[in-house]
């Protein structure tokens, strides 16, 4: 899906290349971390993926299309695929939120009625569907990042790139943020993200890319941040870990074939896997207590088919999203598409568009995407977890106040 081969940037008038002799491979479906110290060549790699830049040597991959032979004029169509989400949001501040998760759509010219389709649905599956018409100077950093993650997935890319998505965040709202970019790649989505956050990257445990000075020198699943980390690795308690755990349990109903199978009528394909449940205006996510926190625990009967209680989270349960996803079923037969749905890397009018890189190794890092402390057949207790607190209590990380405002600024 991503492939560098011996990839070397070398930016005009710098002496040492930014990157040098890379080879590097993403297989579809992949959660990858890259990591390593400040100018080591993270948002550089991303740069040559999204190609907004092209490596002095070497030759890159991207969904089947060699980036160096991709022409200008096809490269807007190229990035249709690739969503992006930056440490510092770039959401449109004159626009609403709704407005700039529909924006992104207009431009690509997609119908108005996909439009009114897919904005509600992305917002809701983020846990924003109760902000929509809040401008971005009204919404917690948080909040803004997940516009900015809604925008970024609503039209279904293929791959996510993150840069340092939570960088500005603090550490319980980033955990939520991370649940969420979690959850689209448990729907399908590759992710790819740079970042610090050496908790997130431990306790993650997915495929970690290390560079140093331009190089690759660790590349492994399931590993820690490694020595280099620039910032201490705390000490999650095992309260969060069953909060994540609970998260990728609700993710897994949501999306489990069989249960989608079970649940939908004939003719509705995409009905339960979109986890499209009756909506619940009003809902402040950020109020809520642990099950909110993040979009992957969206609010009770919203997006994923979340269980309507805390004891139907229980993963022993998982067709308790089979309920809510029901009543709409009917609903989804005028959609295009759900976001839930398998990323489709081309659309119709990028038929021109070869895919052919596009397979699964099965014996790829993929093979161990989902870790095993994230199990939901591990017994959890769900019921103690959403009543006993917050999230930040729960990892160890309390806030100083409630306050929205508190998710802005860096704190590290
Ligand atoms: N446009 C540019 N022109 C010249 N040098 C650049 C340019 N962009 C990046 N560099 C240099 O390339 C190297 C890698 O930069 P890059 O931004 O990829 O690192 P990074 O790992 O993402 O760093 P950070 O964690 O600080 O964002 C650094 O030495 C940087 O100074």
């Known amino acids: 899906m991503i492939l560098f081969e011996n990839v070397t940037k070398k930016y005009r008038g710098t002496a040492k290349p930014a990157l040098d002799g890379i080879d590097l491979r993403v297989d579809r479906g992949e959660f990858v971390f890259i990591v390593g110290a400040s100018g080591s060549g993270k948002s550089s790699c991303l740069r040559l993926i999204l190609r907004e830049d092209q490596p002095s040597s070497g030759g890159i991959h991207v969904l089947g299309q060699d980036l160096g032979k ?73 909040e803004q990042q997940r516009v900015a993650i809604a925008r970024a997935i609503v039209n279904k890319p293929a791959i996510l790139l993150a840069d340092e998505p939570t960088g500005n965040l603090d550490p319980a709202t980033s955990l939520g943020i991370m649940q969420l970019l979690r959850a689209i790649n448990a729907a399908g989505t590759t992710v790819v993200m740079a970042t610090h956050e050496a908790t997130f990257v431990d ?12 190089v690759v020198v660790r590349d492994e699943v399931g590993g820690g941040y490694g020595e280099t980390a ?118 119709a009018e990028d038929d021109d568009i070869d895919d052919g890189d596009d397979t699964v190794r099965a014996d790829g890092p993929q093979a161990r995407r989902i870790p095993s402390f994230l199990d939901p057949d591990r017994p959890i207790d769900p019921v103690r977890m959403s009543e006993t607190g917050s999230l930040a209590d729960h990892l160890g990380l309390r806030r100083k106040n409630d306050d929205d405002e508190t998710d802005v600024g860096p704190v590290r």
């Open 70 to 142: 991709i022409s200008s004029r096809k490269v807007p169509y190229f990035r249709r695929n690739l969503g992006t989400v930056f440490q510092d949001f770039r959401l449109l501040t004159n626009k609403t939120v709704y407005d700039n998760v529909a924006f992104s759509l207009q431009v690509i010219g997609k119908s108005r009625g996909f439009i009114q389709e897919a904005v509600p649905d992305t917002l809701e599956m983020v846990g924003l569907a109760g902000k929509s018409k809040r401008y971005p100077h009204e919404l917690s950093g948080g």
């Open 203 to 214: 306790i993650m445990q997915q495929r970690v890319v290390e560079l140093s000075q331009g």
């Open 230 to 347: 620039s910032i201490p690795v705390a000490d999650l308690s095992a309260e969060g870990m069953q909060v994540l755990r609970t998260t990728e349990a609700v993710v897994r109903a949501a999306l489990a074939p069989e249960e989608v199978a079970e649940a939908e009528p004939a003719g509705t394909p995409s009905a339960a896997a979109a986890g499209t449940a009756p909506r619940q205006s009003g809902h402040d996510p950020d109020t809520a207590p642990v099950t909110t926190v993040g979009a992957a625990q969206p609010p009770e009967g919203a997006a994923f088919g979340t269980p309507s209680t805390a004891a139907e989270a229980d993963p022993e349960t998982p067709s308790a999203p089979a309920g809510p996803a029901a009543p709409v079923a009917a609903r989804s037969d005028a959609r295009e598409a759900s976001v839930f749905e398998p990323p489709h890397p081309f659309g």
